[in-house]
């Protein structure tokens, strides 16, 4: 009988798409697997395999799948059920699921771009096709797949495509231009003439009389590969033996020429760097950290999910590393969330150190070759205890998940804005855990207000830990209102004269500095100050945002990129100004007060690469600068022993962002950011510049109140219908044709209101109003917590068929953002 497969393509398609398999091989397709299929005019996608039967589509031909890809299952069904909870509470697409999820080199397709790799080598003759894509692409070393397949005549070439990628003498062309380090290394064995025992012992008395190193050198080989102990023999690297007895090249070579060692070139993991370095114990916990990690056990005796509320530096960390310790210790998985990229660096040695060649590190700035050797490592016995890793990671397969742990559960990082799917990977970890029966920890100095409400309502366990390590007070912050200083001509650029005493101060005393500030760039905005002409961008409704060191105006949400004018365009004047500052412009400007000091800095602009990232932190933690200048990056869960001041340069910009969140997040960075002084040895100082020092906020940043502020917030978001009390769904509304696009929004919001009543607002102009030449509406949904979100949902997708099934609203465009950050 046919079989037929349905299956999920990389588009958003509201459903899976049927296709034929052939008889040949239609045994060998499993749920989970990947295959090749036409789709649309000559294009071809990779498509994943949802599942296998009889039944032959009737509303349309059915096409037939052009090739299989794997062998095994690359998805295993727990995670087919979490694509299906994202695609229904986010309001996407599976195929939406499937981008995000996938490695670009597990998904190709007719677009996607592949690249020469120079360093391959091959020691068996290629297959005739795959020969014959490397010779085009040895002459043009950038192809797409579409164009090679028209050059080359071969059919199914997604397969030929797949099967290099595999031997990686091709590889997925990314942004980032990865440094391909060769991943050999050269290790040294005996000769087969010194591994003949008899002939060893001549070996030993010659080297005894004449050559001492060189038998020293032999010996501690021998040892390091457990020759003597007629064991297997280890393999030894020659940096090893040479670094574990400092004997010289030279001697080394002596052996080699003697006809004792011989040495080759071992292909090694990229992945197992950690192997090599030494393993030490977990540090004990104090007794607040004891007392807390055994209420997070109980607490997960009765309930899912536990907050960890522990000030900055009370050693959460050190919390979860034994937790990590104790749910490997049961044979399972954890996997290990965080924010941001930046904090990676550090939390990765934390963990090296301990857990070795168990842990997996998995994120964006990863070659994509190596994300894809941790996905299929994932699938096989040989899997990672434990994956540390940003939001992605939570698509990873785990065959045996235990423990989620969710690290500054509160940033909003976690939430992706764009493109879909827009979902909360603390949310979805969650629920991820859940699938497996595993439990999630939270963890924060300074919990979001949804998680505290779980937490003190009861449905999420809450454990606290109120000391810091060694019960060093948390940081002194002193207010400074730099509106007065300002009014007295008595600020010098963006530094009120109190930090910059406390800096040179610091400075003096070979202490680090930390400086905040929430912009990058130079300045945000130019303005001619004759007209008040601002540049803005031709694609967005924005201003550019001015970046000295390129001498360029960028617009941060297109990337578009201008000169900058000499004269105003509007008026011809030629006295252009900046307003504001970003963290490039405070650089030049510390740079100048301090010309000896050593500055870094630290935002989206210095850390395209993830060398970039490991370089500033390293050489803060090592004291090789002395000022560390960042915007939010530097705010959270950085460990550094010995800043002593912080200084946040203006708290108003938070203040005043048009957001029901300002308030909560303000408090949150603020809080954060000055949690980074003083955190071993002695108490540190934090500098507080603020224009509004009356502001409510103030005064409970400085006592760390952190439960008067979230009282606060939640009487307000109850008052006013906001999380969590009330779930909102935004919906945005694109079209290039502004006037047809008020049309579409004015009706949408009128259908939506029939439905759903008082509970919809809008249609409105979001603060950007258009981005990439496209005009943006949106409206906004309220819903109460308690009411059934399917059934909201449901009809909410009822509306948007019935809109684009008019012909004058065919080409809106519309998509959700549930759970707005
Ligand atoms: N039990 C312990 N033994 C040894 N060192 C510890 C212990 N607890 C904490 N420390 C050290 O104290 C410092 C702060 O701890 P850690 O970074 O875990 O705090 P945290 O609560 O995660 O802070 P934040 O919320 O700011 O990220 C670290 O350098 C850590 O190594
Ligand atoms: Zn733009």
Same mark, same amino acid.
């Given at each position: 009988?046919?079989?037929?497969?349905?299956?999920?393509?990389?588009?958003?398609?509201?459903?899976?798409?049927?296709?034929? =398999?052939? !008889?040949?091989?239609?045994?060998?397709?499993?749920?989970?697997?990947? +295959?090749?299929?036409?789709?649309?005019?000559?294009?071809?996608?990779?498509?994943?395999?949802? $599942?296998?039967?009889?039944?032959?589509?009737?509303?349309?031909?059915?096409?037939?799948?052009?090739?299989?890809?794997?062998?095994?299952?690359?998805?295993?069904?727990?995670?087919?059920?979490?694509?299906?909870?994202?695609?229904?509470?986010?309001?996407?697409?599976?195929?939406?699921?499937?981008?995000?999820?996938?490695?670009?080199?597990?998904?190709?397709?007719?677009?996607?771009?592949?690249?020469y790799?120079?360093?391959?080598?091959?020691?068996? &003759?290629?297959?005739?096709?795959?020969q014959r894509i490397l010779d085009m692409l040895s002459a043009d070393p950038?192809q797409?797949?579409?164009k090679l397949?028209?050059e080359t005549?071969i059919?199914?070439?997604?397969?030929?495509?797949?099967?290099?990628?595999?031997?990686?003498?091709?590889?997925?062309?990314?942004? *980032?231009?990865?440094?391909?380090?060769?991943?050999?290394?050269?290790?040294?064995?005996?000769?087969?003439?010194?591994?003949?025992?008899?002939? =060893?012992?001549?070996?030993? /008395?010659?080297?005894?009389?004449?050559?001492?190193?060189?038998?020293?050198?032999?010996?501690?080989?021998?040892?390091?590969?457990?020759?003597?102990?007629?064991?297997?023999?280890?393999?030894?690297?020659?940096?090893?033996?040479?670094?574990?007895?400092?004997?010289?090249?030279?001697?080394?070579? %002596?052996?080699?020429?003697?006809?004792?060692?011989?040495?080759?070139?071992?292909?090694?993991?990229?992945?197992?760097?950690?192997? =090599?370095?030494?393993?030490?114990?977990?540090?004990?916990? $104090?007794?607040?950290?004891?007392?807390?990690?055994?209420?997070?056990?109980?607490?997960?005796?009765?309930?899912? +999910?536990?907050?960890?509320?522990?000030?900055?530096?009370?050693?959460?960390?050190?919390?979860?590393?034994?937790?990590?310790?104790?749910?490997?210790?049961?044979?399972?998985?954890?996997?290990?969330?965080?924010?941001?990229?930046?904090?990676?660096?550090?939390?990765?040695?934390?963990?090296?150190?301990?857990?070795?060649?168990?842990?997996?590190?998995?994120?964006?700035?990863?070659?994509?070759?190596?994300?894809?050797?941790?996905?299929?490592?994932?699938?096989?016995?040989? !899997?990672?205890?434990?994956?540390?890793?940003?939001?992605?990671?939570?698509?990873?397969?785990?065959?045996?998940?235990?423990?989620?742990?969710?690290?500054?559960?509160?940033?909003?990082?976690?939430?992706?804005?764009?493109?879909?799917?827009?979902?909360?990977? &603390?949310?979805?970890?969650?629920?991820?855990?859940?699938?497996?029966?595993?439990?999630?920890?939270?963890?924060?100095?300074?919990?979001?207000?949804?998680?505290?409400?779980?937490?003190?309502?009861?449905?999420?366990?809450?454990?606290?830990?109120?000391?810091?390590?060694?019960?060093?007070?948390?940081?002194?912050?002193?207010?400074?209102?730099?509106?007065?200083?300002?009014?007295?001509?008595?600020?010098? %650029?963006?530094?009120?004269?109190?930090?910059?005493?406390?800096?040179?101060?610091?400075?003096?005393?070979?202490?680090?500095?930390?400086?905040?500030?929430? &912009?990058?760039?130079?300045?945000?905005?130019?303005?001619?100050?004759?007209?008040?002409?601002?540049?803005?961008?031709?694609?967005?409704?924005?201003?550019?945002?001015?970046?000295?060191?390129?001498?360029?105006?960028?617009?941060?949400?297109?990337?578009?990129?201008?000169?900058?004018?000499?004269?105003?365009?509007?008026?011809?004047?030629? /006295?252009?100004?900046?307003? %504001?500052? %970003?963290?490039?412009?405070?650089?030049?400007?510390?740079?100048? *007060?301090?010309?000896?000091?050593?500055?870094?800095?630290?935002?989206?602009?210095?850390?395209?690469?993830?060398?970039?990232?490991?370089?500033?932190?390293?050489?803060?933690?090592?004291?090789?600068?002395?000022?560390?200048?960042?915007?939010? #990056?530097?705010?959270?869960? =950085?460990?550094? /022993?010995?800043?002593?001041?912080?200084?946040?340069?203006?708290?108003?910009?938070?203040?005043?962002?048009?957001?029901?969140?300002?308030?909560?997040?303000?408090?949150?960075? #603020?809080?954060?950011?000055?949690?980074?002084?003083?955190?071993?040895?002695?108490?540190?100082?934090?500098?507080?510049?603020?224009?509004?020092?009356?502001?409510?906020?103030? @005064?409970?940043?400085?006592?760390?109140?952190?439960?008067?502020?979230?009282?606060?917030?939640?009487?307000?978001?109850?008052?006013?219908?906001?999380? @969590?009390?009330?779930?909102?769904?935004?919906?945005?509304?694109? $079209?290039?044709?502004?006037?047809?696009?008020?049309?579409?929004?004015?009706?949408?919001?009128?259908?939506?209101?029939?439905?759903?009543? &008082?509970?919809?607002?809008?249609?409105?102009?979001?603060?950007?109003?258009?981005?990439?030449?496209?005009?943006?509406?949106?409206?906004?949904?309220?819903?109460?917590?308690?009411?059934?979100?399917?059934?909201?949902?449901?009809?909410?997708?009822?509306?948007?068929?019935?809109?684009?099934?008019?012909?004058?609203?065919?080409?809106?465009?519309?998509?959700?953002?549930? /759970?707005?950050?």
């Amino acid at each position: 009988m046919k079989k037929f497969a349905d299956v999920i393509l990389p588009l958003p398609l509201h459903s899976c798409f049927t296709y034929s =398999l052939p !008889d040949e091989w239609a045994d060998e397709v499993q749920t989970g697997c990947r +295959v090749v299929v036409p789709f649309g005019r000559k294009k071809y996608y990779t498509a994943i395999v949802r $599942n296998v039967h009889y039944y032959a589509p009737t509303e349309y031909e059915v096409k037939e799948v052009s090739a299989l890809l794997d062998a095994r299952p690359l998805l295993l069904p727990r995670q087919f059920k979490f694509w299906e909870w994202l695609s229904d509470y986010y309001l996407c697409t599976q195929g939406d699921v499937y981008k995000a999820a996938l490695p670009s080199g597990l998904k190709l397709e007719s677009e996607t771009i592949v690249e020469y790799n120079p360093d391959f080598e091959s020691d068996v &003759r290629l297959p005739e096709k795959e020969q014959r894509i490397l010779d085009m692409l040895s002459a043009d070393p950038e192809q797409c797949v579409t164009k090679l397949e028209k050059e080359t005549g071969i059919k199914n070439i997604l397969s030929v495509i797949k099967s290099l990628l595999d031997k990686e003498a091709i590889f997925v062309k990314e942004e *980032l231009r990865r440094t391909y380090k060769p991943k050999t290394e050269t290790r040294v064995r005996l000769t087969a003439a010194a591994r003949n025992e008899h002939r =060893l012992h001549i070996f030993f /008395d010659e080297l005894q009389r004449r050559a001492p190193k060189q038998l020293d050198l032999l010996m501690k080989y021998l040892e390091l590969s457990g020759y003597l102990g007629g064991r297997d023999l280890k393999e030894v690297s020659k940096a090893e033996l040479l670094r574990r007895t400092s004997a010289t090249p030279a001697v080394f070579n %002596g052996l080699v020429d003697r006809g004792v060692f011989e040495v080759y070139q071992q292909e090694i993991g990229r992945i197992d760097k950690a192997l =090599l370095k030494d393993i030490v114990p977990v540090n004990p916990l $104090n007794e607040h950290q004891q007392r807390a990690y055994h209420s997070i056990l109980e607490s997960f005796q009765s309930k899912n +999910v536990c907050l960890l509320h522990g000030v900055t530096a009370s050693g959460k960390t050190e919390v979860y590393i034994h937790l990590i310790e104790e749910t490997i210790r049961q044979g399972k998985q954890v996997l290990y969330l965080l924010p941001e990229i930046a904090l990676t660096t550090q939390i990765t040695e934390r963990l090296q150190r301990v857990f070795g060649s168990r842990l997996g590190i998995y994120h964006s700035k990863f070659p994509d070759a190596e994300r894809v050797e941790i996905w299929q490592k994932q699938l096989s016995e040989a !899997d990672y205890d434990i994956i540390l890793g940003v939001r992605s990671s939570v698509f990873l397969p785990f065959r045996n998940l235990g423990l989620v742990i969710v690290d500054e559960e509160h940033e909003n990082t976690y939430k992706q804005q764009d493109p879909a799917p827009r979902y909360h990977a &603390r949310n979805a970890a969650i629920v991820l855990a859940s699938m497996y029966g595993a439990k999630t920890l939270l963890g924060t100095a300074t919990p979001s207000v949804e998680t505290w409400n779980n937490a003190t309502s009861g449905k999420y366990g809450l454990v606290e830990l109120k000391e810091r390590y060694k019960e060093i007070q948390l940081p002194e912050i002193i207010p400074v209102d730099i509106k007065e200083l300002h009014r007295k001509k008595m600020m010098n %650029g963006p530094f009120s004269p109190l930090l910059l005493r406390y800096v040179r101060e610091a400075l003096e005393q070979k202490e680090q500095v930390i400086l905040f500030q929430n &912009r990058r760039g130079f300045a945000p905005m130019i303005e001619c100050n004759t007209c008040g002409w601002v540049p803005k961008c031709k694609n967005c409704d924005v201003s550019l945002t001015y970046h000295k060191g390129l001498n360029q105006l960028t617009c941060h949400y297109c990337g578009y990129t201008y000169q900058l004018p000499r004269v105003c365009p509007a008026c011809e004047g030629t /006295d252009l100004r900046n307003r %504001g500052f %970003g963290t490039e412009k405070i650089e030049d400007d510390i740079k100048a *007060l301090f010309p000896d000091a050593r500055v870094a800095r630290m935002d989206l602009d210095t850390t395209r690469t993830r060398t970039a990232y490991e370089h500033i932190i390293s050489d803060f933690q090592q004291g090789k600068t002395d000022i560390l200048i960042g915007t939010q #990056m530097v705010s959270k869960g =950085l460990d550094f /022993d010995h800043v002593s001041i912080v200084g946040i340069l203006n708290a108003d910009t938070m203040l005043n962002y048009p957001d029901f969140r300002a308030y909560e997040r303000a408090f949150q960075l #603020m809080a954060q950011v000055a949690g980074r002084a003083g955190r071993k040895n002695k108490r540190g100082r934090v500098i507080l510049q603020t224009k509004s020092i009356d502001h409510p906020i103030i @005064p409970q940043v400085i006592a760390n109140d952190y439960e008067a502020m979230v009282g606060g917030q939640l009487a307000e978001r109850q008052m006013f219908h906001y999380p @969590p009390y009330y779930r909102l769904v935004y919906v945005y509304l694109k $079209n290039r044709n502004e006037t047809l696009l008020d049309l579409m929004a004015q009706t949408m919001a009128a259908k939506l209101r029939t439905v759903f009543g &008082r509970r919809v607002l809008g249609p409105d102009k979001p603060p950007v109003a258009r981005i990439q030449t496209l005009f943006i509406r949106k409206i906004v949904l309220k819903i109460e917590t308690n009411a059934p979100m399917a059934r909201a949902r449901e009809l909410l997708v009822q509306v948007q068929k019935e809109m684009v099934a008019e012909d004058r609203f065919k080409s809106l465009i519309v998509y959700y953002d549930v /759970d707005p950050m």
